[in-house]
């Protein structure tokens, strides 16, 4: 049973460039969750798939972030217009009931 | 929306000694984790406990809902337990959405 995997792991880009995470779930894993981390503090909720709805969005996640789960297995999570705000450790979960295990992050680095 | 506290906010201790960490949450939670992110920043699993008391190893936890609090004991700690511990609660209201803490930083040194 292979754990939550993401990719890239590192990401650095210019300002004004658009971004592109992706997220493979638990096998089985019908719920699959976006936080973001800044340094020196908790991870911050940004949206929860059940399959391939989006049933709760943050108000952090703006305009310039979408995220989708078009067949309700992977997940992808893109960021338009990168502003130095934006870098963060981007950190993908998913579950089966309400535990929730996490993948190993993709750092952003926006220069 | 529901708010969590951790305490304290940094730890340091010597091998071999026991701690305790806490965390509080202001209202009614239908899940509570606690999690140990390693330097690489990985978040993992230590606990799944909404209520009750769980034991792995020299680690045990315990939630009083009620209360509204969590207690994570460390016991007999070592180097390899230094790290961020967080608490993550599931609110009443969210499907989806965990809340963690500020994290309590531990450092154990030899």
């Known amino acids: 049973d292979t754990g939550v995997s993401q990719d890239p792991r590192h990401k650095i880009t210019k300002r004004g460039q658009n971004v592109t995470f992706r997220c493979d779930p638990i096998?089985?894993?019908?719920?699959l969750y976006w936080y973001r981390q800044t340094l020196g503090q908790g991870p911050e909720f940004l949206t929860y798939?059940?399959?391939?709805?989006?049933?709760?969005k943050s108000r952090l996640l703006s305009d310039r972030f979408s995220a989708e789960r078009p067949k309700g297995s992977f997940s992808t999570l893109e960021i338009q217009r990168t502003e130095q705000g934006d870098s963060a450790m981007y950190l993908c979960a998913s579950s089966l009931t309400t535990e929730q295990y996490f993948g190993p992050g993709t750092r952003l680095t926006v220069t | 929306g529901i708010q969590v506290e951790q305490s304290p906010p940094d730890l340091i201790l010597q091998e071999g000694a026991n701690s305790t960490l806490r965390c509080n949450f202001s209202?009614?939670?239908?899940?509570l984790q606690w999690f140990h992110q390693n330097p690489w920043g990985q978040l993992i699993n230590l606990f799944y406990i909404p209520s009750g008391t769980k034991q792995n190893g020299r680690l045990s936890a315990t939630t009083v809902a009620t209360e509204r609090y969590s207690l994570l004991y460390i016991s007999s700690s070592q180097t390899t337990d230094s790290g961020v511990y967080f608490c993550a609660v599931l609110g009443g209201t969210s499907y989806g959405k965990l809340t963690f803490g500020q994290g309590t930083i531990l450092t154990v040194h030899p």
């Open positions: 798939f059940q399959n391939e709805a989006q049933l709760e």
């Open positions: 209202d009614s939670v239908n899940n």
């Open positions: 096998s089985e894993h019908n719920r």
